[in-house]
């Protein structure tokens, strides 16, 4: 089983700090990152493919490693709107994106 | 559009009884999957399917079934419930590679 762990589990920060959250795992054909709020299902934030990527959305940056063997999240100046759990998950080759192996997720919280 | 919608929102149950859990899609998606969400377990992948009447199993799916009758609908039935079975589960349809999860059904076995 191929498995994607994610650091830190927990993250407790102020408002206006910056972070980073770790998804680290064998080599997948694409990955993507998810976030999930309380008592709802996981939303797509981004899919990153290309070994070296870097994809920003708004605040965010996600980067993906060159080997397609890890990615980063890293959020600028956060808000407490961005408190949630946040989810990678891969797809592996020969594999389809509708059979997605998830992390354990990193839960951030954004104190006002 | 509703997007996906799952039923019921909250279950309980007692060890050995049966339940389905219902699915639907109003996106017209071929691909639809059950996942369950445990503390520190992540989401993991229980059974999917490609289009209506083909089905296949995830990393766990021993203890549930599913069928896909429609494109729309892909209950998720469990047999016996045990107590290991209580959890969050997410229904999830797919286009090209994006997923759509639903709100998730929470059930507790006793």
């Known amino acids: 089983t191929q498995l994607l762990e994610q650091s830190p589990q927990f993250l407790s920060i102020q408002e206006g700090e910056n972070l980073t959250v770790y998804c680290n795992s064998s080599v997948f054909s694409s990955l993507q990152w998810y976030r999930q709020e309380p008592g709802e299902g996981p939303v797509l934030l981004v899919t990153?493919?290309?070994?070296?990527e870097v994809k920003k959305l708004k605040r965010l940056t996600f980067q993906f490693g060159d080997a397609r063997k890890d990615s980063s999240l890293h959020i600028t100046a956060a808000q407490p709107g961005d408190t949630g759990l946040y989810l990678c998950a891969g797809a592996y080759y020969g594999g389809a994106t509708n059979k997605l192996i998830f992390g354990t997720g990193t839960l951030l919280a954004v104190q006002p | 559009n509703a997007g996906v919608t799952q039923t019921p929102k909250f279950q309980v149950l007692k060890t050995g009884q049966s339940m389905t859990l219902q699915c639907a899609q109003d996106m017209n998606h071929e691909y639809m999957s059950w996942y369950r969400q445990d503390p520190g377990m992540g989401l993991r992948l229980i059974h999917y399917s490609v289009g209506a009447g083909i089905t296949d199993q995830g990393e766990v799916p021993n203890g549930y079934n599913v069928s896909r009758s429609t494109t729309e609908d892909f209950p998720l039935r469990l047999l016996s419930a045990a107590p290991s079975q209580t959890s969050v589960y997410f229904c999830?349809?797919?286009?090209?590679?994006?997923?759509?999860f639903g709100p998730g059904t929470r059930l507790l076995v006793l």
């Open positions: 990153v493919v290309t070994g070296g």
């Open positions: 999830a349809s797919s286009y090209f590679g994006t997923q759509y």
